[in-house]
């Protein structure tokens, strides 16, 4: 069993910059894919970022390539999304996620385990 917690989020203007994290319980969280995914309001949840457990590996969504970063440091139990030139768009209810196979995979009913959410708000 995994718990995941996410930092809290924060109201940003356009073209800003903000970082969240999320830190895991548990010994186990470096054998674990790690996942960003963000849901805006009247929207289905969409990929945004992942990252392998060793970190050597990492895929975005299209939207936010070249923008957002995701990395992790296992020696915290924490994984953290980057994210910079912050767009309107990108205002949405944000969540981590995380998935014992060692693959990154960006379908969100095979993420097994979920943070609450934390709330992006980015004002033009």
């Known amino acids: 069993q995994v718990q995941l917690i996410e930092s809290e989020g924060e109201l940003v203007q356009a073209g800003g910059s903000l970082r969240l994290s999320c830190v895991a319980s548990?010994?186990?969280?470096?054998?674990?894919?790690m996942g960003w995914f963000r849901q805006a309001s009247g929207k289905e949840r969409e990929f945004v970022a992942a990252?392998?457990?060793?970190?050597?590996?990492?895929r975005y969504a299209d939207s936010v390539k070249g923008r957002f970063t995701i990395s992790r440091d296992n020696a915290k139990n924490t994984v953290y999304l980057q994210m910079n030139s912050l767009k309107p768009e990108d205002t949405a209810v944000y969540y981590c996620a995380a998935r014992r196979p060692p693959i990154v995979v960006t379908d969100n009913s095979r993420y097994d385990y979920w943070g609450q959410g934390t709330q992006v708000t980015v004002s033009s």
């Open positions: 548990g010994r186990t969280f470096s054998t674990y894919t």
């Open positions: 990252i392998t457990y060793s970190g050597t590996s990492t």
